[in-house]
């Protein structure tokens, strides 16, 4: 049996790639399977960027998680929206913070 048949891919970041109205994701196992192994290593690497940043500007729980969301809306983090919205997330349940619940598009921050 092979890796990839043994990651258990969450029904919330499954939910990703089922458009609405629908039942069937929009891409195979594989690439969703991918995508959440990117998305869930991403959030964990955040941990420590977010912690410091908690800590370190004296700011709230969410000022984090929108700031964060913000630079995952770029171009350059490799995820899409709806991904961008679930790594910020999963990074809170991984802190061990209040589900800051979905996020939608933020208009990138000026300066």
Request: with cysteine; glycine share 10%.
């Amino acid at each position: 049996m092979s890796d990839e048949n043994q990651i258990e891919i969450p029904p919330s970041f499954v939910a990703l790639y089922v458009p609405p109205g629908r039942i069937k994701p929009t891409e195979p196992r594989a690439v969703i399977a991918e995508r959440y192994e990117f998305c869930d290593d991403l959030a964990q690497l955040m941990m420590e960027t977010a912690s410091n940043m908690l800590h370190g500007l004296g700011i709230t729980e969410m000022d984090v998680i929108e700031r964060c969301h913000r630079g995952l809306l770029t171009p350059e983090s490799g995820v899409s929206e709806a991904e961008a919205g679930w790594v910020v997330r999963r990074l809170a349940e991984l802190q061990g913070w209040d589900d800051p619940g979905p996020m939608g598009a933020e208009p990138a921050a000026a300066g």
